[in-house]
């Protein structure tokens, strides 16, 4: 049996870490979601290998963490276009996001 080469890590730098509990990738690649148990989302850039925003409107633990598929139009309205992604948790409610990585 073969195994994997480890290239990299990726980890928020001057914060205590949590427990990871979800990740996704956007459409390009460029950029990772994750979502963790202090309800903090992230968004990484992973060419450079650093965290380029934190999200944190609650405290409550994210369960799951997804890029919504690009489009040109509002999803919903006040939701505008653009890269967008969502966040479910112990709140019990989905919170949306539309991010500023440049896209």
């Known amino acids: 049996m073969q195994h994997g080469e480890h290239v990299a890590n990726l980890s928020a730098t001057g914060t205590r870490p949590a427990w990871i509990t979800s990740i996704d990738w956007n459409d390009t690649g460029e950029y990772l979601l994750s979502g963790s148990l202090d309800g903090k989302v992230r ?61």
Do not use: I, Q
Not at 63 to 87: D, H, I, Q, T, Y
């Open 43 to 103: 968004v990484w850039d992973v060419a450079r290998g650093v965290c380029v925003a934190t999200h944190s409107e609650t405290e409550s633990a994210l369960w799951c963490v997804r890029w919504l598929p690009k489009s040109e139009k509002a999803l919903a309205p006040g939701m505008g276009k653009g890269e967008m992604f969502v966040a479910a948790g112990a709140n019990r409610s989905l919170t949306f996001y539309r991010e500023a990585t440049g896209s």
